[in-house]
């Protein structure tokens, strides 16, 4: 097992995003079966206020709520400065969403049509938090070069 991402499951929470009871029922048991921290939210505007109080490491997003979308909440991410890093993973039940592709070009995102393989999931949500903490990692490295 990759001793990187066991050291950053024990410090990563990621937020799980959609409007059906049984999906976020079902994604928490297989991520927290692979020792991940969730916290989910059935709803769009739900997720924002908790981004606002808690930071997280990764995003799985439904794109079809009702309320704000996916997409729209996605849009509220990247204007916002504390959460335009986060990355984000979209669940759509349909793979021709045009609009998928303006998103996974703008910035850590991607997107997995359900039903999913969970062994996919799994490598794409390693990838994402391999990601998320070497950014952190850049971050911290050229504070500490800027106060030097």
């Known amino acids: 097992m990759d001793s990187l991402i066991e050291e950053i499951k024990k410090c990563s929470t990621i937020l ?23 916290e989910s939210t059935n709803c769009g505007e739900k997720a924002l206020k908790m981004l606002l109080k808690k930071e997280y490491s990764l995003i799985l997003l439904d794109v079809q709520m009702p309320g704000l979308n996916g997409y729209e909440v996605a849009e509220a991410l990247k204007g916002a400065k504390k959460t335009k890093h986060i990355p984000l993973i979209f669940l759509t039940a349909m793979c021709k969403e045009k609009r998928l592709a303006q998103y996974t070009e703008s910035g850590p995102v991607d997107y997995i049509v359900k039903p999913f393989e969970v062994d996919l999931l799994l490598m794409r949500i390693n990838n994402f938090l391999r990601f998320n903490h070497m950014h952190k990692k850049l971050v911290e490295l050229s504070v500490g070069i800027i106060v030097e």
């Open 16 to 38: 799980l995003v959609d409007d059906l009871a049984e999906n976020l029922f079902s994604l928490s048991k297989i991520l927290q079966a692979q020792g991940y921290l969730t």
